[in-house]
């Protein structure tokens, strides 16, 4: 079993739209988790952290935290073409456990 | 956040020779991370360097095939020997930085990668 999951995609959404992005992790003794976008041919770029249950908001971003279903999402409101990337759902033990990713495409 | 600068950014090798990938970061880090990005994956983490001790390495990376030395809170160096196609991905270095808005956890940061190609 991955210690961290995501659907590959792509999600496609068109702008304007709420995003939806979703990861679940393995181990319950989790405390700290992050969302990076990178875009093609970049290195990721730090979007959101959440440590405690329930939602956090910065801007467009809200993640949601929920560690006794051990899952964590990233929504985006009003998706724009430029948030077209991967995001990349990432779990802290000593370093960071990144999943997969999620292709993200947001059709103009 | 931290400013974290990679040398070389690319670079096309021959297959059996060695590079060493430098991370600077202008400020002080007690932890460095080294990332491997293969083709199309996800980021795996290589190994952890902390100033002042042996770097510690992930599952199925080995320090013969991976040399890094620390010799100070704002340098590192990854080195990739003997290498093979198999090594072509990008590498990145990455850096522990205090959280802020409130956040108790250091967050890590990204240098902008080296990308290695190996014919």
């Known amino acids: 079993q991955k210690e961290v999951e995501q659907n590959s995609g792509p999600l496609s959404v068109p702008e304007g739209a709420i995003a939806s992005l979703n990861c679940t992790y393995s181990d319950r003794g989790s405390q700290s988790f992050f969302w990076y976008r990178q875009y093609s041919g970049k290195s990721p770029e730090l979007i959101m952290s959440?440590?405690?249950?329930g939602d956090k908001e910065d801007g467009r971003f809200t993640a949601q935290l929920n560690k006794a279903s051990q899952y964590v999402s990233l929504l985006i409101r009003d998706s724009q073409p430029s948030d077209s990337a991967t995001y990349l759902c990432a779990v802290r033990g000593r370093a960071l456990t990144f999943g997969s990713g999620t292709r993200l495409q947001v059709q103009p | 956040s931290a400013v974290i600068s990679q040398k070389p950014s690319r670079d096309i090798c021959q297959r059996g020779t060695s590079l060493t990938i430098q991370c600077q970061v202008d400020s002080q880090v007690t932890m460095m991370f080294w990332y491997r990005q293969q083709p199309g994956q996800s980021l795996t983490l290589i190994a952890t360097?902390?100033?002042?001790?042996?770097?510690?390495?992930e599952s199925g990376f080995v320090i013969d095939k991976f040399p890094i030395s620390r010799p100070n809170l704002t340098f590192s160096t990854l080195t990739v020997s003997n290498m093979s196609p198999e090594d072509s991905s990008i590498y990145l270095c990455?850096?522990?930085?205090?959280?802020?808005?409130?956040?108790?956890?250091?967050?890590?940061?990204f240098g902008p990668g080296t990308r290695l190609t190996v014919l």
């Open positions: 990455s850096v522990d930085m205090h959280g802020s808005g409130g956040g108790s956890t250091d967050t890590q940061y």
């Open positions: 959440i440590y405690s249950n």
């Open positions: 360097a902390n100033q002042g001790s042996e770097a510690t390495y």
